[in-house]
Structure formats: C-alpha cells, structure tokens
C-alpha cells in the first residue's frame, strides 16, 4: 500500500470515529457560556454604573441650586456654585478612581418647562439646573469591560443626567405649620386651599369644616388624634388628609434677618429675606429706638424707616390705636401690643424680635395683623421670633406670615384671609376661627426656595 493510499486510509477513518464529539460540544458550550457570562457580569458592571452616575447627577444638579439660592440667585456666581456641586460629587465619584466624571461645563443653569417636559439653557435664570456625569473614552475614564472584551467591545461609554428646579410649597404661604403638634379644638372652618401641617401629628376635636382641596397633612396619618367620633363631625377631613414632612427652613433665617436688619453690612447667607420694599434707604443704619415708658406708638415712627428698638425690663408695648405702615421694627424686648379703643393695626410692617420667650409676641386682644382689602397687594405684615406667640381672642390675619422658633397659641374667634403660621414647635387655636385662602395679595410673606428632581 502506498503512502498515500495509507495517508487516504486514516484520513477516511478519523473522519468516521464518533469519540471526540464532546470536545467539539463543549467548545460550543464554553462559548455560549462566555456570552451569557458577559451578558451577567458586565452587564450588572454598566447597570451599577449607570446607578452609581445618575446618583451622582442627582447630587450635582441639586447642589448647584441650592448653593446658588444660597448666595442669593445672582447668576454672576455660577461658576462658584458649580464648583460647589462639583465639590459634592467628588465624594460620590473620587476622581483618583474613576477620573474626570463631571466638569463645570457640564452644568447649566435654565429652565423647565413641564408642559414640554424640556430643560432650556438660559444663564441668566436660577430657576432650573441640568447636570451631566459620564463615564467616556474622550475623558479616559470609559468604563471597562470583563468578558465583553472576547466579543471586541473593550469599554463602554455612560451618561446621566439630571434636572433640578426651585418652587414654593404652597402651604407654607397659606396655612398652619409647625415642627411639633398642631392642634385646633372645634367649631372652626378651614376653606379650600387652606393647609394644616405638623411634622409629628395633627390634632383635632370636633366640628370642624374643612372645604374641598383643604389639606391636612402629618408625617404619619396613624397619629392623627381625634375623638371617636371624628371622622363623623369633622366635615370633609378624610378627603383632606395627606401624608409627608416639610423643612421648615425659613424659621433658620429669622435670627439671620435680625442680624441683616440690624447692619446692613452683616454677614449673612444670600438667601436671607432681604428689606422690603417700602423701606427707603436699605442701606442705612436703623434708627436707634429707646420708648417713653417702654411705650412705642404709630406718632414715634416714620414711614420708610427700620428703627432698633430696645427697653427697659425686656418689655414693650407697641400701641397701634392708629395704624402702623411701612416700618421694620427690630428688637430683643418681648412685646406686647396695646388694644386701647380700637386695638392695634398693622399695614406693610415687619417686626422681629431675638427674644427667646414663649410669650416674646402677645396681643391681650382686637389685633390686625394686614390690610382687609380683599388680597389685594401689599398691606400685608410679617411677624417674626426667636421665641414664641400668644394671642387673645379676635385677632385678624390679611396676607400676613407669622414665624416663630418656640409655640404659637391663639384663642377664639380668630379671622385669617392669605394667613400663614410657621412654628417651630407647637400651634394651638381653640374655636370659632374662620380661614380662608388667598392665592394672591400675599406677596410680602417671605419665601426661601425649595428644591425638586424633575428629570
């Protein structure tokens, strides 16, 4: 036999022989298995990426609004603010690790519309922000792949991004707000829109109104304290009840106000409230106060001014009879409004006090606290303590904001149109109040902005 008859001879016969088959099979097995296991491990490896980049856009775009509301909205600063976010996202993202995931130029400031669901670059608005974290071959940071890379695909390129954007609870313009309980017996009638918030639980007794689109709302609804029969004499509180907490950041600006107020050069941060708008000379000093018998009358004060006020004994009574307008009043004394014939009235004023007393605000009884104009613009008041508030009976509140860091108590027959209290601990009104919604005319009430993901 020749050679290459032999050579025709073991070529037919391996070709025939059936054992091997399952080298064969497994090298077919070995590679599906390989494409399953890249699809497992590198693609959990790009879905923790990508969780790990959104959380960090989410940080970024939230950072940068609220440092460049706490300067002061001036867009000039945002570079300053953006370097600020970037500053938060290097905790999240150590560059060392993971290189260069966010720069400034991938922060802008616009704004979002919800219609259209479209952020809009626009660098002079500080409504809105988008913020982008990639991960890319362009910034050498591309992330790497396992066992992608016996298909050819060696890295992937990642981005995220996320869209931040200001707003204004609207109960915090018109309502009842406080930090521990907020309480109200019966016989009292909530209009639609009007809010009562506790950030630990809300308590009621009976008959009480409460109109569509009131809301009342707590941390948790199984703490709302009711009579037995609540639900039964407490009209249309089910349909009102909400559940979540509120920041009640503005009530940590107050003593900055005190301080801005009193030196027009103090160190305060850019989102402290500042003079209002019927005050002249925001620049000058306030005129320094000392009353006549601890007495401070309309006659002592002049429109446009903000005047200092100190005391003897850590009291004063502020005797409106004729109405207050158009002043800032600052203050450590507690203080009393005088009733007299009339009561005392107050239009576009401001008073605060550092007084830490339960009482530092007290009203015996026939105080108004705004304008009764219909919620008209203007004329409304702001009221402001490091301490805490009691009032009597028939007190009236028009566009007008309360804020207090300790309780605030008033009794019967309380009248409130664009009303707003905000405690830092306790709110307590008794019975036969009426209050009612503006939705406008309450422009003077101070705001802070507050901050939301959109996109």
Sequence with gaps: MTLHKQFLKSKEYFLCR?????????????????????????????????????KAADQAAHAALYNMSYMGNDPAKADLAKEKAIEVVSATLPPARFGTSIEISDITFGQFDHATRA???????????MAETSFSRGR???????????????SFDITRRAVYETYQPGCLREGFLGEDIVAVNSNNNFANG???????????????QFEAGTIVSMADLGTLDLPASGFTTNDGLKAALREGTMNLRILNRIEH??????????????????????????????EKLLPKANKLETADLEEGKVYLVSCKNKNVTIDANTTMR??????????????????????????????????????????????MDNCKDGGGAVIASLGGMKFASGIEMYGSQFLAKGPIEFTSNAVGEGSSLISGQTIYGTSNMDMKLCGNGTGDSLEMDYFRLVF
């Design 257 to 286: 106000m005190i301080a801005l107020y009193s030196d027009p050069d103090a160190n305060v941060p850019g989102d402290t409230p500042r003079l209002p708008h019927y005050i002249v000379d925001k620049a000058a000093k306030p």
């Design 194 to 208: 009007f809010c009562i918030h506790s950030n630990t639980h809300v308590s009621l007794n009976n008959n009480n």
């Design 119 to 129: 952020f809009t670059p626009d660098p002079t608005s500080t409504s809105a922000v």
């Design 140 to 154: 050498l940071n591309a992330l790497n792949t396992f066992l992608f890379k016996l298909i050819g695909f060696d």
């Design 326 to 371: 158009k002043v800032v009043i600052i203050s450590d004394c507690d203080m009393t409004f005088g009733n007299g014939i009339n009561g005392s009235s107050f239009e576009d004023v401001m008073i605060l006090t550092s007084s830490t007393s339960s009482t530092s605000i007290s009203a015996p009884a026939a105080l108004r606290v705004g304008a």
């Design 18 to 54: 059936e054992d091997g088959g399952m080298t064969i099979l497994g090298l077919y097995f070995f590679l599906f298995m390989a494409i399953f296991g890249a699809f497992a491990v590198d693609g959990m490896n790009i879905s923790a990426s990508q969780v790990h980049l959104q």
